[in-house]
């Protein structure tokens, strides 16, 4: 199978910026439904179709802190993937996920490692503001 059709999903909108920036990708703010704090960028890289998701900033508490976490994640990328396998002629056939991920200094880790996970832990907590 060719792959034609990639999402990315990135929680924070610092951490996908560069990306979205250098590959020229472009908000399509009707990706989502209005009712949701959720971006989309999309475009071309070679004869690929890309679409970059982020889980948007709390508007509720006027906070402006990045929705991080599972819930807003798997909300986004559910959403994001129905959207392609109905709007789009070809649904994704990639997806991935980026950012810390839960890599942290403090493990070892340092910007511009790549991890492939052999397990997966679910570890949701309050992040202090």
Known sequence: MTISNVVIA???EAEASPFVN???LQP???FFPSETPFH???GKHNNCNLTVITNGKDEIHG???DNV???PASVATFL???KMKVADEDPAHLLINAGTCGGFQRKGAAIGDVFLT???ANHDRRIAI
């Open 10 to 12: 990135i929680a924070m």
């Open 22 to 24: 250098h590959l020229n």
């Open 28 to 30: 399509d703010t009707s």
């Open 40 to 42: 989309a960028f999309r």
């Open 63 to 65: 906070t402006g802190v």
């Open 69 to 71: 976490g599972t819930v």
């Open 80 to 82: 994001a993937l129905q």
């Open 118 to 120: 052999t397990a997966v």
